[in-house]
């Protein structure tokens, strides 16, 4: 079992940054491969962000790639988000997934059922 436990949302006006956390615990956080996700409201869940289990590989959304950066720390069992130049269109509930099980290839990393466990996501509301 795994627990996800997502931190750092919050109001911020456009332009602005945030930086967001997924701490991890349960087994061994360093073995998988870690995604953000978002769903704004009447909208389905998106893919944001992915990050290989070494941090070596990193993955985007067109909509993010350029403000956003994903990272993690396997000594602290946490991977984060950190959002700059947010525009009000990044409002949205942003959730961390884990996936346990090696995969090969980064496209799977944008579909949200190839991940097992969830957190239960944080809000971030960004104003015009």
């Known amino acids: 079992q795994v627990q996800l436990v997502e931190s750092g949302g919050g109001l911020v006006q456009a332009g602005g940054s945030l930086r967001l956390s997924c701490a991890a615990s349960?087994?061994?956080?360093?073995?998988?491969?870690m995604g953000w996700f978002r769903q704004a409201p009447g909208k389905e869940r998106e893919f944001v962000a992915g990050i290989a289990w070494s941090g070596g590989s990193t993955y985007y959304s067109d909509s993010v790639k350029g403000r956003f950066t994903i990272s993690r720390d396997n000594a602290k069992n946490t991977v984060y988000l950190q959002m700059n130049s947010l525009k009000p269109e990044d409002t949205a509930v942003y959730s961390c997934?884990?996936?346990?099980?090696?995969?090969?290839?980064?496209?799977?990393?944008?579909?949200?059922?190839?991940?097992?466990?969830w957190g239960q996501g944080t809000q971030v509301t960004v104003s015009s």
């Open positions: 997934a884990a996936r346990t099980v090696y995969a090969y290839g980064g496209s799977w990393y944008r579909r949200d059922n190839a991940y097992d466990y």
């Open positions: 349960g087994r061994t956080f360093s073995s998988f491969a």
